[in-house]
């Protein structure tokens, strides 16, 4: 079945850097990619999401990227600030509607 | 709010008891996953249903069991509880009859067996 791999555990950024996220995926039949956020106690909730057709998305200070050839997909996140920290989950699967595999989760901690 | 009702919120129990955990997905939508959380890990799929069927099965112990019913809504029966099995259970919903094929996750019901 599908692995998806979530690096860093953990990242902590200062307010106003960028914070980068990456996962890799095994099954090369994926090819939905969305990413949520989760605060502390709270349910996970899709910030953004990206299908195999396209290779980048953004929406404001979030963007995403998607590299099919080497199965990755990164989250970035420019000039953080402090309601940025959560942790992060990326996750696949081979279709929108189809259950989604997870990510390991990083925990971002923006200091002020 | 994401449209996706858990029931209940909280839950405490005592090992080798049986407690039934509720959702009711987003108007329209015909998919539910459950996932568990427990305490700093990440999200395990469990199962999904799909229109009343069981569409994809994930690390479910054979303790636990689920079902989605006519109107949608699905449970989550989890038996013989033993104290490693307090854990935050997500259900999520997607696939809607409008289109949108996003999954939602509802609030949770965070269980604790003593």
């Known amino acids: 079945g599908e692995n998806v791999e979530q690096h860093p555990s953990t990242l902590s950024v200062q307010e106003g850097d960028s914070a980068v996220i990456k996962c890799t995926y095994s099954d090369s039949a994926s090819n939905y990619f969305p990413w949520y956020k989760q605060e502390l106690g709270k349910r996970p909730q899709l910030i953004i999401d990206i299908r195999s057709n396209v290779g980048e998305k953004k929406d404001q200070r979030i963007a995403v990227t998607l590299n099919k050839t080497a199965k990755h997909f990164s989250l970035h996140i420019t000039e953080t600030q402090p309601e940025d920290s959560a942790v992060y989950f990326c996750?696949?699967?081979?279709?929108?509607?189809?259950?989604?595999?997870f990510g390991g989760g990083t925990r971002v901690l923006v200091k002020p | 709010d994401s449209g996706v009702t858990q029931t209940p919120k909280h839950l405490i129990t005592a090992t080798g008891q049986r407690v039934t955990l509720r959702c009711s997905p987003r108007?329209?939508?015909?998919?539910v996953y459950w996932y568990q959380q427990s305490l700093d890990q990440g999200l395990q799929f469990l199962i999904q249903?799909?229109?009343?069927?069981?569409?994809a099965k994930g690390n479910i112990l054979e303790r636990f069991s689920a079902q989605q019913f006519p109107d949608l809504h699905s449970e989550l029966n989890l038996s013989s509880l033993e104290l490693g099995d307090s854990a935050l259970y997500f259900c999520?919903?997607?696939?809607?009859?409008?289109?949108?094929?996003?999954?939602?996750f509802g609030q949770g019901t965070r269980l604790t067996v003593v």
């Open positions: 249903y799909y229109n009343g069927e069981e569409r």
């Open positions: 996750a696949a699967s081979k279709a929108a509607g189809n259950k989604l595999t």
């Open positions: 108007s329209g939508d015909l998919s």
């Open positions: 999520a919903s997607s696939v809607g009859t409008t289109g949108h094929t996003e999954a939602f």
